[in-house]
């Protein structure tokens, strides 16, 4: 009786996962396996595999890396100096809440900061460098790119912090060890799983940008996200679009596979 009670909770969850979740992606699947007029063709599978795509996959590979890089070297120090501030959870929350604001606002508040006559260059010009090409570049692109995925990388990594036992900390400090090695080797062996898990939430949708790419950096930075945004709007052929987005639900589904595996392994 208990069982059949808990699989009626378990109903609206499996019908949100099956309409939401499986649904679209067997629609993805099924739209792949047809060319531009609607007929079934897997010639859509072979021309992924040629110079054009693959070079678009290590050039959204590469900048996915970037992006996930430098929001790691930020997040994880200043998540640690928020475990030690007095008032860690204001602060936490001023870090938060520009992730409540639109993508696209700021994305655009953004373009009138790097712009020709944004801010930064009047802060250039002020001090005698003159005005740059800032907008339009790939270093504006992932400027940007890791702001907006910083909350999603230090949250983890926080939560991780904030569970870890200070009595470790303290007694690896009494042994001998130095503030560097104990960070070394007791902090971040300990929150690895944070680290893990900001890195799963970081590199995935980085994979997929699209609208920072044109309006940040200009087409710029041609990436899969941009390529698919291409075939379903300008040239509608959706059959290649969907074909690029299984390739991404895939790797999405390994990435995940293995961080999880690993994760499981460690405990």
């Given at each position: 009786?208990?069982?059949?009670?808990r699989?009626?909770?378990?109903?609206?969850?499996?019908?949100w996962?099956?309409?939401?979740?499986?649904a679209?992606?067997?629609?993805i699947?099924?739209y792949?396996?047809?060319?531009v007029?609607?007929g079934?063709t897997l010639?859509n599978?072979?021309?992924?595999?040629?110079?054009v795509?693959?070079k678009?996959?290590?050039?959204?590979?590469?900048y996915?890396?970037?992006?996930?890089?430098?929001?790691l070297?930020?997040?994880?120090?200043?998540?640690?100096?928020?475990?030690k501030t007095?008032?860690k959870?204001?602060w936490?929350l001023?870090?938060?809440?520009?992730?409540?604001?639109?993508?696209?606002?700021k994305?655009?508040?953004?373009?009138g900061?790097?712009?020709?006559?944004?801010?930064?260059?009047?802060?250039?010009?002020?001090?005698?460098?003159?005005?740059?090409?800032?907008?339009?570049?790939d270093f504006s692109?992932?400027?940007?790119?890791?702001?907006?995925?910083?909350?999603f990388?230090l949250l983890?990594?926080y939560n991780?912090l904030?569970?870890?036992?200070?009595?470790?900390?303290?007694?690896?400090?009494?042994?001998?060890?130095?503030?560097?090695?104990?960070?070394?080797?007791?902090?971040?062996?300990?929150?690895?799983d944070?680290?893990?898990?900001?890195?799963?939430?970081?590199?995935?949708?980085a994979l997929?940008?699209?609208?920072?790419?044109?309006?940040?950096?200009?087409?710029?930075?041609?990436?899969?996200g941009?390529?698919?945004?291409?075939?379903?709007?300008v040239?509608?052929?959706?059959?290649?679009?969907?074909t690029?987005?299984?390739?991404l639900?895939i790797?999405?589904?390994i990435?995940m596979?293995?961080?999880?595996?690993?994760?499981?392994?460690?405990r």
């Amino acid at each position: 009786m208990r069982t059949r009670s808990r699989n009626y909770y378990l109903a609206p969850y499996l019908l949100w996962i099956i309409l939401f979740v499986a649904a679209p992606i067997l629609l993805i699947v099924y739209y792949s396996f047809q060319d531009v007029e609607g007929g079934w063709t897997l010639s859509n599978y072979a021309n992924f595999f040629t110079s054009v795509y693959l070079k678009m996959t290590i050039s959204s590979f590469w900048y996915a890396l970037l992006i996930t890089f430098f929001s790691l070297v930020i997040a994880y120090p200043t998540a640690y100096l928020l475990t030690k501030t007095k008032h860690k959870q204001l602060w936490l929350l001023l870090i938060i809440v520009p992730s409540w604001v639109n993508l696209l606002l700021k994305t655009y508040a953004f373009i009138g900061l790097f712009g020709t006559y944004g801010l930064t260059n009047e802060l250039l010009e002020a001090v005698g460098i003159g005005r740059q090409q800032i907008l339009f570049t790939d270093f504006s692109f992932v400027f940007v790119s890791v702001y907006i995925f910083i909350p999603f990388m230090l949250l983890p990594i926080y939560n991780s912090l904030e569970e870890l036992n200070p009595s470790l900390i303290h007694a690896a400090r009494d042994l001998g060890a130095s503030a560097w090695t104990t960070i070394r080797r007791v902090v971040i062996p300990l929150t690895i799983d944070g680290v893990k898990s900001g890195c799963q939430a970081v590199f995935i949708p980085a994979l997929s940008l699209f609208m920072i790419t044109r309006l940040i950096a200009g087409n710029r930075v041609i990436t899969l996200g941009t390529a698919i945004e291409q075939h379903f709007l300008v040239t509608q052929d959706w059959g290649m679009g969907a074909t690029i987005a299984v390739f991404l639900v895939i790797v999405m589904a390994i990435i995940m596979v293995i961080t999880g595996r690993k994760r499981r392994g460690t405990r």
